[in-house]
């Protein structure tokens, strides 16, 4: 039997109770179909074929994960900042003894080659341990000194918050999420994507093994206009941390107004990655072909744009396009597939329509630009390379989310920063030089929230993570994470000595 046969043998076993029975919504320690009775039908990406049904929630659904999160919040708020980092830190432990399961469904759900999802229940886990140690000091304020005052500051969790997540990488980016929530003290409901739902189901079940109390972790599946709105709109959730698409961002700040949300928005990019003559041309290359065909292109950090320099340019084009026609795409299952289906029909058509596009305006098609027929019914797209664009079309400006990269040619580095800058988003650069001085000066000049010099994107869990323009407001990892999960309180203490203005005296 080959790997692949292996790996969708074992995987049929994790998915048949998914297939037998809809998945529900885990409210208040316990799972429910909701009151509707109404399912929609989760679809695998490589055949077509139903992975099972999943409730669909309404705002009945809504309203009672937010109660169950309010209504359990004192006590997790409460809890020791060392019993916390316990019950997280076991959740981890349960999160790696599910590893081979969460990655084999994973891959299957939302079409990511098997070779990048294996780690994730690991790099999951890796989350929850970072910030269970950070649960123990989540509260340290500050003391600050006037002459006859000391104020202190004093942190404490916001309350009980909304996580909606996208279908792309739905299980890391949900870690990245709860984890921090949770370890602030904070309650949650969950909102998954619809497309990709099953590895949430996953992470609720481990909730409850880790021993969170009931109610602390809430999770309700359906749609976003009506379970994701609801939730931003809820009076008890404080907070909406959310990853997705930029208008369904500025649709959530609108939804929370009324209730005054905090809002964390991680959305889009068209992220550049900009080679300079005088890069490392092997690393570059790797780490170009890398950023943009791993994870089927369906990453927000992404370099879908790839600004090569005049000098370079003929060389490094040739070795990429080899590169890009030798991608092995296939079933996610597959161990030697780099570039699996993507993750619905839906976003398959939307991917595809920009290969229409590139043509009219005036791009070369380098490499790819058409569906996989050999591959079947699945979501397969051909690896795809558009050269000779320019940064106006829209090959160049719209987020395609696929294994698409856009080459655009520039002479001198102030043309690279001001083609790199010349976009709505503002996510990740990446820079291919060996001149320091001009990496200092791309460090300060480039408008992204995150800039990778000589590197693909490396998670640095203590580092901020997020973006500017219309990529987002607000970061994720280490203390950023709880700037936004917590909210501070100054309280000030007088020395007894200072005059306390008299009236009326
Ligand atoms: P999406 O915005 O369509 O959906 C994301 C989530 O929002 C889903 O759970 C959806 O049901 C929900 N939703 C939809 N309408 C809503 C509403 N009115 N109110 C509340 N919730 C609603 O995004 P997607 O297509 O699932 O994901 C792809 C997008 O996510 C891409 O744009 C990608 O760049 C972005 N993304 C960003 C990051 C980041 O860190 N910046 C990471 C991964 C993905």
Redesign the pocket.
């Given at each position: 039997m080959s790997d692949l046969q292996q790996n969708i043998q074992q995987a049929n076993t994790y998915l048949q109770r998914f297939k037998d029975n809809t998945t529900g919504h885990y409210i208040n320690g316990e799972w429910t179909l909701g009151t509707s009775g109404k399912t929609f039908a989760n679809i695998s990406p490589a055949d077509q074929q139903p992975l099972g049904e999943i409730a669909e929630g309404g705002e009945v659904e809504v309203n009672r994960a937010c109660e169950a999160a309010q209504d359990a919040f004192v006590e997790w708020r409460d809890m020791a900042g060392a019993e916390r980092k316990n019950i997280l830190n076991r959740l981890a432990d349960k999160l790696v003894e599910r590893a081979d399961e969460i990655a084999l469904v994973e891959s299957t759900d939302c079409g990511q080659a098997i070779r990048f999802m294996k780690q994730a229940a690991v790099r999951g886990a890796a989350n929850f341990r970072f910030f269970a140690d950070k649960a123990v000091e989540a509260k340290d304020g500050q003391a600050l000194y006037q002459s006859e005052h000391t104020n202190l500051t004093v942190r404490s969790p916001i309350g009980p918050v909304g996580v909606?997540?996208?279908?792309?990488?739905p299980f890391m980016?949900s870690t990245w999420k709860i984890a921090p929530a949770l370890a602030a003290g904070c309650t949650i409901v969950h909102?998954?994507?619809?497309?990709s739902p099953l590895s949430a189901a996953i992470l609720a079940e481990v909730s409850a093994e880790a021993g969170l109390p009931a109610g602390v972790w809430n999770m309700v599946n359906g749609?976003?206009?009506v379970?994701?709105?609801r939730?931003?709109e809820h009076p008890a959730i404080k907070a909406v941390a959310?990853?997705?698409?930029?208008?369904?961002?500025s649709?959530?700040m609108e939804?929370g107004a009324a209730t005054l949300k905090r809002i964390h928005l991680?959305?889009?990019?068209k992220n550049p990655v900009i080679v300079f003559d005088d890069a490392n041309f092997e690393r570059a290359l790797d780490a170009v072909v890398f950023m943009i065909y791993s994870l089927n292109g369906?990453?927000?950090?992404s370099s879908s744009r790839l600004l090569l320099q005049s000098g370079i340019r003929e060389r490094f084009l040739e070795a990429l396009k080899k590169r890009v026609e030798n991608l092995t795409v296939g079933h996610p299952l597959d161990p030697n597939t780099e570039v699996g289906p993507l993750v619905h029909t839906e976003?398959f058509d939307k991917v595809l329509s920009y290969m229409e596009t590139a043509r009219s305006e005036g791009a070369i098609i380098a490499v790819g630009g058409q569906r996989c027929e050999e591959l079947g019914v699945g979501n397969y797209v051909q690896p795809t390379l558009f050269t000779e664009a320019n940064n106006q079309m829209k090959v160049a400006r719209e987020?395609i989310?696929g294994p698409v990269l856009t080459e655009i040619e520039f002479d001198t580095e102030e043309k690279a920063i001001q083609i790199a800058n010349d976009t709505d988003y503002g996510?990740a650069a990446y820079a291919w030089t060996s001149d320091q001085a001009r990496s200092m000066r791309l460090a300060h000049k480039i408008e992204t929230g995150m800039l990778w010099i000589n590197s693909e994107n490396n998670r640095n869990l203590p580092s901020p993570?997020?973006?500017v323009k219309s990529?987002?407001i607000g970061r994720d990892g280490g203390d950023y994470s709880f700037e936004f999960y917590m909210e501070t309180k100054n309280v000030c203490f007088a020395h007894g000595t200072h005059r306390v203005p008299k009236l009326g005296a």
């Open positions: 909606i997540t996208p279908w792309n990488t980016l909102k998954p994507a619809e497309f749609f976003g206009e379970v994701g709105k939730l931003s959310f990853v997705g698409e930029t208008s369904t961002g649709r959530i939804q991680e959305l889009g990019g369906q990453r927000c950090t976003h987020e989310f996510l993570f997020g973006g990529s987002g």
